[in-house]
């Protein structure tokens, strides 16, 4: 069966601090993998999307960035946090294809002081 | 065009009673409508899943029902449980096929409480 890990859980950086994400995914290959971010109270807002290794699409222009050094590792990053970069984030894999289903993983908590 | 309108924002229902939340979408090139459940501290997870060829899918107490001409759908969940308590997301996408890779857009979800 597949599984999706990310880590830390938490996390809690100062302003102007340097972040980075993992995510990976066991039991597929070439899986569509996602980053999502979910203000307190408030919906999913995607990210970044990869189809494939060094494959990164971006959704939302920010501060943020993401790269996939091996298939299954998606990981996000930023070289001078902000405090608007406060938020859970979120990890989904998808089939390769795109089809339609997305599982998340247990997300991380991200504060920034 | 790429918006998935959720309502109500907060449900309180009594034990027993049946929760309905509802969802609207403008684009008619949707194929795929999830309804994803989320508990504090937790990633989403797929509840349920409908495609526009069928107005109705069941499994177990939840229930989608899919209006088509009215570009809406919605989720009922019948026999309400405490347990049920969480956040609800429906989302829509497009088929994969073209440049979409399946990405989801999201409603901004439904805090339901189920009181027992």
């Known amino acids: 069966s597949q599984t999706i890990h990310q880590w830390p859980a938490t996390l809690v950086q100062p302003v102007g601090s340097p972040l980075s994400l993992e995510c990976t995914v066991e039991?597929?290959?070439?899986?569509?993998l996602y980053w999502y971010r979910q203000a307190a109270g408030r919906g999913l807002q995607l990210l970044f999307y990869?189809?494939?290794?060094?494959?990164i699409s971006s959704e939302v222009p920010q501060n943020l960035s993401a790269s996939r050094p091996q298939d299954r590792q998606f990981i996000l990053s930023s070289k001078k946090l902000l405090l608007s970069d406060s938020g859970f984030y979120l990890c989904?894999?998808?089939?390769?294809?795109?089809?339609?289903?997305?599982?998340f993983g247990p997300g991380t908590r991200l504060t920034v002081l | 065009q790429q918006q998935v309108k959720q309502s109500p924002q907060s449900l309180i229902v009594q034990k027993g009673g049946i929760s309905i939340i509802n969802c609207a979408y403008e684009?008619?090139?949707?194929?795929?409508f999830p309804w994803y459940q989320q508990f504090p501290g937790k990633g989403p997870a797929l509840l349920i899943a409908?495609?526009?060829?069928?107005s109705e899918k069941k499994e177990g107490r939840f229930t989608i029902s899919f209006n088509k001409s009215a570009k809406q759908f919605s989720l009922h969940i019948m026999d309400s449980q405490p347990g049920d308590s969480a956040t609800y997301f429906c989302?829509?996408?497009?088929?994969?096929?073209?440049?979409?890779?399946?990405?989801?857009?999201f409603g901004q979800g439904t805090i339901l409480t189920v009181h027992p």
């Open positions: 039991g597929t290959s070439n899986p569509n």
């Open positions: 990869s189809v494939g290794i060094g494959q």
């Open positions: 989904a894999w998808s089939v390769w294809a795109g089809l339609d289903t997305q599982y």
């Open positions: 684009n008619t090139a949707f194929d795929y």
């Open positions: 989302a829509a996408s497009k088929n994969a096929g073209g440049t979409s890779y399946g990405k989801l857009t």
């Open positions: 409908i495609r526009p060829d069928v």
